[in-house]
Every structure is written in structure tokens, then in C-alpha cells.
């Protein structure tokens, strides 16, 4: 079992290192620097300003020079609020990007969950098309339009929820929740769906109804653990796909989260902003990733095996 | 005392094509203490009729249409959902074919073990367990404290089916319904469960109802049988009767296919037309990488014309080895001569044009045709391939190989999942045919047909062989079968030949003990009827890690300390019979006592 | 049993291919065939769109302004007065030509890549796919936005960029595919037969290989004009003076208190393509999953 987690924890290692690399070139190539911005800056402040945040090094030392205060833990400092280092910002962002993930999964793996688990049960019944065809509104209809439709009927017209904000007024998270989640409780809905059929179809689910166990047993007790291994393995790239979603549901309803962060530091070519954020999310992506495909390899007992557990 | 009484029970399935009346009005009972078999091929019905008694076919599409089938005095046809639900796993119980997918792969053994014992009764757990550790030590489990919290997957197929008795009797039920049991497992390990099964039945003095698609299988069992032919009961009677003195044509056939005799020997011509020697073929298994010989050691000679039968069981190697010579898998290390040239080293041209010689049939018709292909494409291919037709004669080519494997012409454009079983299997010999090979590997041929196709195709490939003068191997791991088409007989075990010879004697006075377990493990009806079932013990050995010595000993009635320290190798003995035992001569002694 | 011998080929009656039995129950799927003319439809406006606009595609009339349908205005017009079908249509074009052009690129690399892995296996295979393996592990969506954001916005480098988080998952299920295929038995017959291994490619695997990645290229197609659209509408996708619906969509939010329609319309362009896309999708998923009468 160790053996495999160590295995992948080492693969992940060249992952994360070619996404600093890569990340560090990339943003460096881009035309403009951060200070070439709004007002025009005469050239020895230009200048001064350079060699203090070390743009006048060469690339290569510039990029060793990183490499270390990563090493140390320091993200350096933000290019566009002077005097607040990245690790600030991102500490700032980091708690309410994740509780709004949060929910959101939670929305996912709950309704997407059950959804898909009841339309099984039934297939090609009303049961089953209800759930399923919710559930491709939700995969066909983008958050940025999801969004803003739920904002425009239940926080202007019929005036139920807040359009904006984060913990300020109660009520105000439920939005975003859905919003973000419910193209992914679309997802599981379909995984789970698509799950729970195939293993209803395999033969010792026919032993256990021949054991004389109810319907409701055989599903819960035998159908589900072999049902649910795609979600399960599916939660990795979720989180993904949560973050990234984060950016534009945290533009529509405001919520100063580490997405919306992210996204304006790209507009405004911050660096050590850019660089440390994407540094960031990209290692949680990378081990959550780890931790599902150790989940659901866990959950087959054929895998299980595998890593010695005889 | 009639333990269920079934009268005129009707069910039907509604599919694309129309309602389809899987069970048309079948009657039959079964005694307490008595072991009923239902026999019959697929699409008899004999698996519906059983599954309905206790509602475990989707009533959607299925319907139950008619018909009463009393179980101590009630109708299980009319019983509710709840009531079902009671008789289920606690006083009737049911065991399936495929003991892999039949348990589930995510719990543990003892866990779905307890399972029906504590759902119907009260236990406490520890009760459970208990229990449920005795039981596995009747089915004979040898370890039963740890095979409780193992998975599934870490069975053999044996051992899993023994797990699912278990389970079926853990509650003490009055009537235990098997459903082919034994069709998924090796022959040897066939006969330790059918004996399994039949000890336990007359120790808690049950009923049972076997049902299998083999006659021959349940031979020495059944107490009455009942032969089912597309949903209707053709025949009936106690298994005396049956065996002996059966009336209908559809019984005859039935019992025509198990094998009574072996032919006689040909007066064979020794021409070497294939040498094999020292081959090995070796793989690495992905995880372990730990080699697995899959064929450790083998060397023998395929004559011109002949036909010869290579028999085992899983594990023996038997497969690897056709797809040796025929260079699909690549070999390990060994020689394998074709015509007098190395066939192991050949490449581009000179492969091809051996490959014209050299064919090859498949087990599965399915998969070995080309599904997006017509019959056209899949025959016309090896023709124009080596060019022993142009563009404008291989239409007739085509049409003369369809009718020289019985396929009618007119069905020349259509695709393979438009025919049965069998027709496949004649487009598969036809495409085999088309370059007039010498030599042709059959694996497993008839293995996926009905019983009384298999006869059909093997009669078929033996017509057409002999005709063309063709050499043929049929890899198998039915002895009953093969001994009656076959001129010679290679027994393989654990990668290696064990014993080879003329067929008729190998059938008759086998000198390997292997060979005479398996024999002993062939249900036949040339054996006095009081003689039951003689098992090998213990389990086949892994490819991946085999015993020191001679690779059966473990199992072996008549082992020495010699045969674990060193490994026999192939000696003639008697006329052109070779074994691979020390102990050959104790063996052909006692074995031709009994056979006398 | 037919009685009578034919001697001509073609007397006798033609099978029923898989490929026909599949469009069979593809067309029985009313939600498939919904969507198959849907996206037909569509597609077919969107190449004709320069001739039949009912207005041009810059003609602003500043003093309209924002009106909501109407009847020279059949979907209403935006803040600058442009007509809002007219610019449906053209953000359709361009919207379903990132769609399937950068659906292309991922099929062709992907097919390639994965049918090599495949077939030749071995050493070859591994690193093929280890290859694979690692960029998959990377997080493309921030990778992208990056790109976009450093490299400007150019179509061009969209549809390279979308491609080339695509073609992975497209080489690794033409990859398993021919593995297994591979396996099967009809393959070794046709090496046994002695065929060269190009026309074994040619005529057993890839036909047969073909189904899910027919699937999984109409589920694609939905995915990338998604991702078009988030990006468009972050501001890191397609540029004035073009369109996309992404883009519509962004402005529409932007002022959906006052103008619903202009969220509402271009939403419902988009929502009903992928709609359509995803139930084909489903759909041929369906009709080709199911290996017909193995019995």
C-alpha cells in the first residue's frame, strides 16, 4: 500500500516541477511587464523598481533565485499591492475559494449522487429520465449562465437570495454553491447512474436477491460499493474542474476568493501572483488527484491486493 | 414424498422480435432426498422455468403465464414478494454457473457467507461465524479461518464454488436448485464438486435439482431426469430408465454425444510433418514478474494426415502451445520445425508463404470473425491473399468453400452476428480451409457449442481433413470427445506432456496417474453404474509457481519421495505409449484391474 | 433452408451490417435524432450565415439602442443597436468551428498516437503513453488561461491550445481500444493467415476500433465549445471585433437587470447545441455499445 503511495508521490514530483518551470518561462515571455502598465513611469524608477523586485537579473538566475524561496515557502511578494506578499494574498483567498468548493462538492456528490442511484434503479422510466435529463441542463448549461439565470430569478425578480458577497448576509453562499456544483452533480449523476447499472447487471447481485434479501438491501449493500468506484475515481479531476470553475463563479456573485484573485492577476501581468497561484493550485489538483485514484484503487479489493495487503 | 410438484408452468419473455415462450407447459416433481436433473441446450428453457419457481426473472419482459408449483403445500407462483423472500436462501436455495461472478468481488467471503443466516435467523455474529467456519470446512475448505476474511478473487474456481454451496445450505434449506455448476470449471475439479455435491445432498437428505446442458454430467448423480427441448419436456423418468432405454430421438441424440467407446487405432504412417522440441513458452506475468511457464518442455511430432488430440485442463499449457507453432505468441526457447525447415526463425516472405500451410481454428466463433466483414470478405481474404484466386474467380472460390462446410450459398453477404453458434464455426473452418493448409491447429473447437452441434463440426473437420490430407491437432480438455476423433493422444499437465500414445490406448490402459484421474473424472456411461465418481484431490497448479519434482505430485494417489526431489521425463513403454511417471508400471497394474 | 443454388454473388441478400443496425436503433433514440437535426440545422445556418444575416454584422444604430424582439428585431438588439440573431449567428460560426476544428486537431493526433501505442506495444507503449500520463497530470485549464493571457488572443492559438488538452484522452481510448482488439481472436486470425501488419491496421482494427471514438469525439465537440465560451467569456478567448456566444453571454450577464434577453437568447443557442450534441452522443453510445444478437 505504502509502496504505491510513495510511487505516485514520486511521479508527482516532475509533475509539479514542469508546471513551476513551465509557468515561470511562460509568464516571463509575455510581452509587457508588470510595470509597463496604466500610467507612464519614467525609466529610472521604471528601473529601480526592476532591480528591486530582481527583473533585472538574467531569466535563468531569476528562476533559480525562485526556485529557492519556493523551497523556503515564500511566494514572494505581489507586483501589484506592494508591500502584501503573495502568501498573504493567497492565505486570504485560499479559506473562502475552498469553503465555496466545498459546498460545492457536496452539492455535487449528494444530488449527483442520489440522482443517479435512484434513476438506476429504474431504467428508462420516468424515474429515470427526470433525474438524467436535469442533469444534462446541468452539464449543457455553462456556470456563467447558470449563474447569472439563478441571480436573475431568485435574487431580482423574486428577491429570495443575495446576489453578491460572502458570509456578509446569511443565504448569500447558496447561490454560488449550486452554481458551481451542479455541472458536476450532472457529472455524478451520469457516473453513478451509469455505475449502478452496470453492476445491478452482474450476477451476484442476483445471488443476493437469492439469498432472500429485500431490493433495497441488495442495493445498498451489495450494489454500491462496486457502483460507485467511477465517482469515486472521478473526484480528482472534479476538484479540479471546481477550481477552475471557482474563477468565474466568484466573478459573477463577488466573492473575493482565490480565483477571482488569479484571475486578475493575469490581467494585470503580476508575476509572483500569477506564478505562486498557479504553483499553488496546480500541487493541490495534483495530490487530490493522488489521494481519489488511491481511493478508488482502495475500494477494489483486486487493486487492494496488489500493494501487498494479502 | 413430492418436496415440489410443478404442473404445466408457462413462461415467456416479450423481446424486439415477438413473445418468446421460454417455457411451454413443463410438469415435473421433486422427492425429498431425491436429486432431479433437468437436462437440456440453450435456449431449452431449463434455467427460466427454475428461476421463475422462485420469481428471480425480471417481470418486465418476463411473464409467468400459467402453471402451479407447489413447495410444501403452496404455490410459489402465486406467492407475494415478502412471502418469496422468506422461502429464498432459508428453504430454498439456489447455486450458479460462474462461481467468479456470481459472488461479490468487493465483500469478503465470510461476509456474504453469514450474509442469508443472519437476514432469515437471529444469531448474534459470533454465532454466524462460527457456523459459517463449519460449513467451509464440509465443503471441504481446507483453511477455513482465513479463507473467512479473504476476497473472492484470490479463489480458484473450485474453491469458490465451494464457498457458494456453502452458502446455499448455510440455512438448512429443504431444496437446493444448481444451475450448471459445474459447466465452468475443469474436468477434474468437475468431479470433486459433483461428488461434494452429492455427499452433502444424501447426508442432509435434500432435495436437488441439477440442471445442465451435459447428459453425461450428471450420469452418475441424478435419481430422475428430465429432458427440456425448446421449452417442453421431451422425456422423463428415473435416470435407469433414461440412460437405458430412452424413446425419444431428442434423448437419443443426447446421450449419443457422451462418449461409450474410442475407435480403433490407424495403422498410422509415421511421416513427421511438424517436429516440436524442447519448446518452451514462457511469459511474464505483468505484477509478479515472476515467469510463467505456460509450456515448460515439450517435444513431439505431428504426422502427415493424422489426427491428434492434445488434452488438459487450464493451466496445462495446452493453448500456448498451438499458438506456438503457429508463431503468435513469440516462443521462449525450443525448435519447431515445419516440413523440415525452423519455423521459430522465419520472417517477411518466407513466413507468409508457411503461414499458407499452416491454419488455425478458434474456440470462440465470435470473436475469431471479423464482425464488420460478410462471409464474402472473410473468405474471399485468403484467397486473393495468396493469390489462389484473381478478382474474377474468387466469387466461385468463395461459393465452392461455402459449400464444402454445409453453408447454404445464399447466405454469402451476410455478417457473422447474423448466424448460430455452429454456422460460425463453419465460416471459421472454411476460411481455415481456403489455402489448402497441411496442418491445421484446432483450439478448443467445439468447447462453445451446444452438445449436439459439437458433433456435427467435429464430423465435419475430420471429413475434410482426411479428404484433403490435412494433419490436425485439436487442443481440448474433453477426453470423452476427442478419444473418439483422434488417431494419437498427448495428455498435457503443468506445461509439460505427460503421456502420449495411440488414442485408443491411452482411453483404456492409461499409465500417467494424471490421465487415469481424468478419466476416472469424464462422466461416461460405459462404467458400471454403481462405480461412482473418483476425484483427484487439491487444485491445479499455477503456471506462475509450480512444485519442485514432478509437478503433479502433490495431487497423486501414488507418490514416492522420488517424484518430489527429481522430475520424470517422456519413456516409451509399451508399443508407441510414452509416460512421464516412475511410478507407471504400479499405475498401469492397478488401473487395469479395474478396467478389466 | 434455401433450396435453390445461386451461383452469382450478388443473388444473394445482403446482411444487415452492424453499422446499419446501429443508425437502426439510433433512429428509434427520439432524443438522438432530436439533436442530429438540431446540430444539422444549426450547422447548416451557420455556413450560410453571410447570406442570409438579416442585417450586417457591424451596422450599429446607436440611436435604437437596447430593444427587446420585436419585428424587424426578431430575438431584439444590443446596447450599440446591433440585431442580436444577427449576432447569434455569426458568434454560431465561430463558436462551432473552434468546436469542431479543435475536435479535429485532438482526433487526429490522438487516433495516431494511440494506435501506435497500441498495436506496437512493448517498449514503444510505455513511453508513448508515460508520456501521456504526465501531461494529463498537469492542470491544463490554469495552464491555458495562462497561455491566453501571455500569448494574447489569438483563434489560431485557441484552437492549438483546446486541441491540445483533448488529443489525451482521445489517444488513450484509442489506445485501449486497439489493445484490445488486438487480443481478439479474428486479429490473430488474420496474422495466421499471413496478412501484413499495415492491412490488418487497415481492415480489422481500426473499423472496429471506430465506435467509441465516434462517442467520444461528439461528446468532445460540447466540452471544447464550453471551454471557448468560459474563456471568451473571462475576456481571454475571442475578440471584439468577432464574436462568439461566449462572448454574447458575457456581455449579456453584464447587463441581464435590464436586458434579460440579451443573457437569455445567445444562452439558449448555446445550451441547445450542447444539448443536441450530448444527446447524439448519448445516443450513438447507445446504438453502437451493444454488440448485436451475441448469443
Known sequence: MWRFVSYRLLQAIPVILVVITATFFLVRMAPGGPFDGEKAVMP?????????????????????????????????????????????????????TAELGLYALLVALVIGGLAGVIASLKPNTAQDYLPMSAAMIGICMPSFLLGPMLLLVFGIYLDWLPVSGWGDTPG???????????????????LSRAGMLEVMSQDYIRTARAKGLPEWQVVTRHALRGGMIPVVAFLGPAFAGLLSGSFVVETIFQIPGLGRFYVQAAFNRDYTMILGTTVFLSTLIVLFNLLSDILAAWMNPRLRAQFGDN | ?????????????????????????????????????????????????????????????????????????????????????????????????????????YMTVGKQLVEPLCFHKQVSKEQAKQRALELLEEVGIREPESTFDCFPHQFSGGMRQRVMIAMALINEPKLLIADEPTTALDVTIQAQILKLIGELQSKRDIGVIFISHDLAVVADIADQIVVMQEGKIVEGGDSEHIFHHAEHPYTQKLLSAIPADSKAPMPGKQEPLVQVSDLCTWFSDTKTREPVKAVNGVSFDINRGEVLGLVGESGSGKSTIGRSILRLVPVTSGE????????????????????????????????????????YDTLAEPLLLHGLENRKSVAAGVLKLMDDVGLARSFVRKYPHEFSG?????????????????FIVADEPVSALDVTIQAQILELMKNLTSQLGTALMIITHNFGIIARYADRLNVMYAGKIRESGNAEQVYLR??????????????????????????????????????????????????????????????????????????????????????? | MATQTITDITEAEQGTSLWRDAWLRLRKNRLAVFGLTVLVVFIFIALITPWIAPYSYETQNLDL??????????????????????????????????????????????????????????RVDAVMMRFVDILYALPFMIFIVLLMVVFGRNILLLFLAIGAVEWLTMARIMRSQVQALRQQEFVEAAISLGLPPATIIRR????????????????????????????????????????????????????????????????????????????????????LDVRSSKD
Request: glycine share 10%; aromatic share 8%.
Open chain 2, 1 to 105: 414424498m413430492a418436496l415440489l410438484e410443478v404442473s404445466d408452468l408457462k413462461v415467456s419473455f416479450v423481446t424486439r422480435m415477438g413473445t418468446n415462450r421460454a417455457v411451454d407447459g413443463i410438469s415435473f416433481t421433486v422427492d425429498t432426498g431425491k436429486i432431479t436433473a433437468i437436462i437440456g441446450e440453450s435456449g431449452s428453457g431449463k434455467s427460466v422455468a427454475c428461476y421463475s419457481l422462485l420469481g428471480l426473472i425480471p417481470q418486465p419482459p418476463g411473464s409467468i403465464d400459467g402453471g402451479t408449483a407447489l413447495f410444501n403445500g403452496k404455490d410459489l407462483l402465486k406467492a407475494s414478494e415478502a412471502q418469496l423472500r422468506e422461502i429464498r436462501g432459508r428453504d430454498i436455495a439456489m447455486i450458479f454457473q460462474d462461481p467468479m461472478t456470481c459472488l461479490n468481488p
Open chain 1, 44 to 96: 529610472e524608477v521604471k528601473a529601480a523598481l526592476e532591480a528591486q523586485y530582481r527583473l533585472d537579473l538574467p531569466v535563468s538566475q531569476q528562476y533559480l533565485s525562485y526556485l529557492g524561496d519556493l523551497a523556503r515557502g515564500d511566494f514572494g511578494p505581489s507586483f501589484k499591492y506592494p508591500g502584501r506578499s503573495v502568501n498573504e494574498l493567497i492565505a486570504a483567498g485560499l479559506p473562502v
Open chain 1, 172 to 190: 448569500d453562499k447558496i447561490l454560488p454553491a449550486i452554481t458551481l456544483g451542479s455541472s458536476y452533480a450532472a457529472y455524478i449523476a451520469r
Open chain 3, 204 to 287: 480489422h482494427l481500426i473499423p472496429n476500433a471506430l465506435g467509441p471514438i465516434i462517442v467520444y469525439t461528439t461528446l468532445t465537440i460540447p466540452g471544447v465549445m464550453l471551454f471557448e465560451a468560459f474563456l471568451s467569456f473571462l475576456g481571454l478567448g475571442i475578440q471584439p471585433p468577432q464574436t462568439s456566444w461566449g462572448l454574447l453571454i458575457s456581455y449579456g450577464a453584464e447587463t441581464m437587470e435590464e436586458f434579460p434577453w440579451l443573457l437569455i437568447f445567445p444562452g439558449l443557442a448555446l445550451t441547445l447545441t450542447l444539448f443536441s450534441l450530448n444527446f447524439l452522443g448519448d445516443g450513438l453510445r447507445d446504438a
Open chain 3, 65 to 122: 439602442g437596447a430593444t427587446g424582439p420585436s419585428a424587424e428585431h426578431w430575438l431584439g438588439t444590443d446596447i450599440f443597436g446591433r440585431d442580436l440573431m444577427t449576432q447569434i449567428m455569426y458568434g454560431g460560426r465561430i463558436s462551432l468551428m473552434v468546436g469542431f476544428v479543435a475536435t479535429a486537431v485532438a482526433l487526429v493526433i490522438g487516433i495516431a498516437w494511440g494506435a501506435i501505442a497500441g498495436y506496437v506495444g512493448g
Open chain 2, 510 to 596: 492409461p499409465r500417467h496417474p494424471y490421465t487415469v484421474g481424468l478419466l476416472n473424472s469424464v462422466p461416461r456411461l460405459d462404467r458400471p453404474a454403481t462405480e461412482r465418481l473418483d476425484p483427484i484431490e487439491g487444485e491445479i497448479p499455477d503456471p506462475g509457481n509450480l512444485p519442485s519434482g514432478c509437478a503433479f505430485k502433490p495431487r497423486c494417489r501414488w507418490a514416492t519421495v522420488e517424484c518430489e526431489l527429481t522430475e520424470p521425463v517422456l519413456e516409451q513403454v509399451e508399443g508407441r505409449q510414452m509416460v512421464a511417471c516412475f511410478e507407471s508400471k504400479s499405475v498401469s497394474d492397478s488401473v487395469g484391474i479395474v478396467l478389466q
Open chain 2, 422 to 438: 455452429g454456422q460460425r464455426q463453419r465460416i471459421a473452418i472454411g476460411r481455415a480451409l481456403a489455402t489448402r493448409p497441411e
Open chain 2, 336 to 375: 519447431v520445425s515445419f516440413d523440415g525447415t525452423q519455423v521459430t526463425a522465419l520472417e517477411g516472405r518466407v513466413l507468409k508463404d508457411m503461414r499458407r500451410r499452416m491454419q488455425i481454428i478458434f474456440q470462440d466463433p465470435f470473436a475469431s470473425l471479423n464482425p464488420r466483414m460478410t462471409v
